[in-house]
Nanobody, 120 residues
Framework: LQLVESGGGLVQPGGSLTLSCAAS??????IGWFRQVPGKERKGISC????????DYADPVKGRFTISVDVAKKTVYLQMNTLKPEDTGVYYC????????????????WGQGTQVTVSS
């Protein structure tokens, strides 16, 4: 499984960004986005089930972020609105364990991620 994230950048607080993740295959039912900041563990931000469309979000991003998946294009998106400085970090896409905001324990094929910086 290869994952290539894109779409990050520098944005002012209150701004918007859309992240994209191109997957070589969608061999997991659920896929999502994770964020890492220096010195801290990666945390789950949002996951979506390709089969049911069910979505889950971490509490800090509920109402501001929207995840979607285009199965035909094998691409996952994260629309991020009303961005805050605390949204800053490197964003990675990865499979989700069921719909939980954690990756499968055997998953190791992390991509390079895409940097999101929210700052004035």
């Amino acid at each position: 499984l290869q994952l290539v994230e894109s779409g990050g950048g520098l944005v002012q607080p209150g701004g918007s960004l859309t992240l994209s993740c191109a997957a070589s295959e969608l061999n997991y039912d659920a896929i999502g986005w994770f964020r890492q900041v220096p010195g801290k563990e990666r945390k789950g931000i949002s996951c979506v089930s390709s089969s049911t469309g069910f979505r889950d979000y971490a509490d800090p991003v509920k109402g501001r972020f929207t995840i979607s998946v285009d199965v035909a294009k094998k691409t996952v998106y994260l629309q991020m609105n009303t961005l805050k400085p605390e949204d800053t970090g490197v964003y990675y896409c990865a499979p989700c364990l069921s719909i939980l905001l954690i990756p499968p324990p055997d998953f190791t094929s992390w991509g390079q991620g895409t940097q999101v910086t929210v700052s004035s």
